[in-house]
């Protein structure tokens, strides 16, 4: 049988998820009974939540086309450059991708971050223009824009020999001429059959077992799940192997217990599997990404691809606060450690070093998104955390200076809002290189900007812009640091007690700023409950209840009326907190507080720095 390994790649929300969805049922993966679910391949939470892929996951179709019966292990990764790590791991495994582009929005920042990491590995690229049927569709505009893209970048001769084909995810075709409409996605999977070529690896299956660990899985029945492509050889349970490091050291020997093959959405046991083909393989305890499974004969490691390193670090410790361990029951920092740890493990986008402090931990990672679903999936788990400010990961160059991560940045944003957004930008260190029209009453920007001036500014952005601008924003390089960016602009009211908070306390206080809690709310002494008008922090009393005397007077007993609070969400809160202030985490509430509580402290460290 034939046999195509092909990655589906592309900016975040240009529709991978569902098109990969229409192949599957297109290729008779449900039977007619089978219930179908939208974004199959989506499966976690917080992915379902959100509306993004945050985990890369392979999926395996039969097709019987022009070239006979063909398996397609299809690879669906993630969008977002905050889950690159995960996206620079799976294109070992595979010979070709589909790069899918939006018909309306066009070649955007991610696009590029993925396409240029799939070039350099020297994988033959199809371009599918995708959204043809929007009503601002500009496929011909978009197809130039992509071969620039691809030219730009350094794709050789054969690379540019790109094929292109147009399709309508949502609607299920796909044609390679629009003037001659399709109703299936037959010409897509013919295409990728004819395109893609083959695994050499075919040619190695009777030389020793070999497999790179590409994703690390853990199943409750069978341990740890190494998922990869063979290499050399074949897989038989049973079979005794060991586990080599980059370095090519022996980290541990053992048996397969189980090969499983992926098999539409599900992963099915088998007798054997050959090289070329994408398994997972169960029986090692401590191999992890990056190693080497082989038959014990072999000796050295196969090459593993090197990862970006992070740009973006906060500090993760326990929960110290007056209201600790009454929401979550996993507080010790030995169990936030060991949590920690085993996310670096399966994710290699991210590094956990301890801190001089045995309660807290540095987690660095590649953006506020992604640590923000990390956080946010140890919540779910019944964690109580507090979180630092986000801070960037500075690098040394050759001459001693400090270097600081810059981001691509480009934005789509209403004609009327372009100058807000361009003053705010530059007063933030971004500098911008192009702007244009993009359609529809749009203009986009696009700009270089320091990693650190966009921590926090997603959210003023979506205010200045009234919801409608489309930030997109991608690491580039390193430069020389450039100086001091102005912070938030405003203070934050701060309790001076611990207690309830009482309705009255805070519609007096309104006046005073936006409030974060509502009434009835525990708070203790040090925790933020709002946001100030005027630029200082403010000790305020949340508690102080309407006095109660014999003497009754016109408008005494009218009913208190408060604005409903602005209740942060996690990234919000993440991005909006100061040097001097963390994030406390549990499984039911998002707290504001400052790191010192007692405010006398406070006032003592100010005057010390």
């Keep these: 049988m034939n046999l195509r390994n092909v990655a589906i790649i592309a900016h975040v929300d240009h529709g991978k998820t569902t098109l990969v969805d229409q192949l599957l049922a297109q290729s008779g993966v449900f039977r007619a009974n089978e219930a179908t679910t939208e974004r199959a391949m989506d499966s976690n939470d917080q992915e379902r939540e959100r509306g993004i892929t945050i985990l890369a996951k392979c999926t395996s179709v039969l097709w019987n086309g022009k070239a006979g019966e063909t398996r397609i292990n299809i690879i669906d990764t993630p969008g977002h450059a905050d889950f690159g790590g995960e996206v620079e791991r799976i294109l070992g495994m595979v010979d070709g991708c589909v790069l899918l ?37 500009d496929p011909d505009r978009v197809h130039n824009a992509a071969f620039d893209l691809f030219a730009a970048i350094g794709a050789t001769d054969e690379q540019l020999d790109f094929p292109h084909i147009y399709a309508s995810g949502r609607a299920g075709w796909a044609t390679l001429d629009l003037n001659q409409p399709s109703d299936n996605l037959g010409p897509l999977f013919d295409l990728i059959v004819d395109h893609v070529p083959p695994p050499k690896q075919v040619e190695a299956k009777d030389k020793p077992f070999q497999i790179l660990n590409v994703l690390i899985e853990s199943d409750p029945f069978l341990g740890r799940l190494l998922t990869g492509r063979i290499e050399s050889g074949k897989a038989v349970p049973g079979m005794a192997i060991k586990a080599l490091s980059r370095d090519g050291k022996t980290i541990e020997q053992g048996r397969i217990t189980k090969v499983l093959a992926f098999r539409g959405l599900k992963r099915q046991p088998v007798d054997d599997a050959e090289a070329g083909d994408i398994v997972a393989i169960a029986g090692m305890s401590k191999a992890t990404v990056a190693d080497t499974l082989c038959a014990l004969e072999v000796t050295e490691a196969l090459p593993a691809q090197p990862i970006d390193p992070p740009t973006i670090s906060m500090t993760v410790s326990v929960n110290d606060s007056p209201l600790a361990g009454r929401e979550g029951d996993k507080v010790q920092s030995r169990v936030i450690r060991d949590r920690l740890l085993k996310e670096a493990e399966a994710n290699v986008a991210i590094r956990v070093t301890e801190t001089g402090g045995k309660d807290a931990f540095e987690v660095a990672g590649r953006g506020e998104l992604q640590l923000g679903v990390l956080i946010e999936n140890m919540r779910r788990e019944g964690f109580e955390l507090s979180i630092s400010r986000p801070r960037v990961v500075y690098q040394t160059g050759e001459n001693g200076e400090r270097l600081e991560p810059i981001e691509d940045v480009v934005i789509d944003v209403d004609d009327e809002y372009t100058g807000v957004v361009i003053e705010k930008l530059s007063a933030r260190k971004a500098e911008l290189k192009d702007m244009g029209p993009s359609g529809a009453g749009k203009t986009r920007l696009t700009l270089k900007s320091p990693s650190r001036s966009l921590i926090g500014y997603q959210g003023e952005f979506l205010t200045d812009t009234r919801g409608s601008g489309v930030l997109n924003r991608v690491f580039s390089h390193y430069e020389p640091h450039k100086g001091a960016i102005e912070g938030r602009l405003k203070g934050v009211l701060v309790s001076n007690g611990d207690g309830e908070t009482a309705a009255f306390a805070l519609w007096n206080l309104e006046d005073r700023g936006v409030m974060f809690v509502g009434g009835g709310e525990k708070t203790y002494q040090g925790m933020i409950i709002g946001e100030n008008a005027r630029w200082d922090d403010l000790d305020v009393n949340p508690m102080k209840a309407k006095q109660l005397n014999n003497i009754r007077a016109a408008g005494k007993d009218e009913a208190v009326r408060l604005t409903p609070p602005r209740r942060p969400s996690l990234e919000q809160a993440i991005a909006y907190i100061e040097e001097d202030e963390l994030v406390e985490v549990t499984p039911k509430s998002i707290r504001l507080r400052k790191a010192v509580l007692n405010p006398s402290f406070r006032k003592k460290r100010v005057r010390e720095e």
């Design 101 to 137: 582009v939006d018909a309306e929005e066009g070649v955007m920042p991610q696009t590029k971050f993925v396409l240029t990491k799939a070039l350099k590995m020297g994988l033959r690229p199809i371009l599918c223009i995708n959204k043809v049927d929007r009503a601002h569709a």
